[in-house]
């Protein structure tokens, strides 16, 4: 019995080690990002991605980093394995339409914040999003009417299209 006590104490022992070490990869890595030393920061949250699988956040946080270091086809993949994880995340279609909107492809920025929008229809962000894709596209007349909307949600970059392309 105490031979089986004394194993099960060394593998709860492991395990806590084993999170706390998990636990400091994810902090270190969130460190990393706030100092925006983001190419630093990846195979931390690789490290942490695979060991958490379920984690989505620090998915989120690698395919943050990849877009801020110029691989947006890497970014690209990992939003696009999230949402097929969970379908629902508005957010991850609002960051593929960043991404979208950075390579001059409007039409698919477009729908990726019309599917944000669809769950989220009056987030400041995601109606900004929208105006200057349209704005590319050269529908002003849209555009316009997306930067109003957003600088009514209180978006200040809003207020600055809407001044310098709809007056």
Do not use: V, W
């Not at 194993?7 to 395990?15: D, Q, R």
């Not at 979208?100 to 987030?123: C, F, G, K, V, W």
């Amino acid at each position: 019995m105490k031979k089986y006590l004394t194993l099960i104490l060394t593998l709860l022992s492991f395990y806590t080690l084993y999170s706390q070490e998990n636990d400091t990869i994810m902090d270190y890595s969130m460190k990393l990002i706030q100092k925006q030393e983001f190419a630093k920061a990846i195979p931390y949250l690789q490290k942490y991605s695979t060991s958490n699988p379920d984690h989505l956040n620090s998915k989120l946080q690698l395919a943050f980093c990849y877009t801020q270091t110029g691989d947006l086809n890497k970014s690209i993949e990992l939003y696009q394995n999230i949402l097929a994880e969970r379908p629902n995340y508005h957010r991850a279609y609002y960051m593929l339409a960043n991404i979208y909107y950075r390579q001059d492809n409007s039409s698919t920025a477009l729908e990726m914040i019309n599917s944000a929008l669809s769950m989220e229809e009056s987030d400041p962000d995601y109606l900004l999003m929208k105006g200057q894709a349209l704005r590319k596209t050269g529908d002003l007349k849209q555009a316009c009417k997306y930067f109003k909307k957003a600088k009514k949600e209180g978006s200040s970059e809003a207020k600055f299209e809407y001044t310098k392309y709809c007056k």
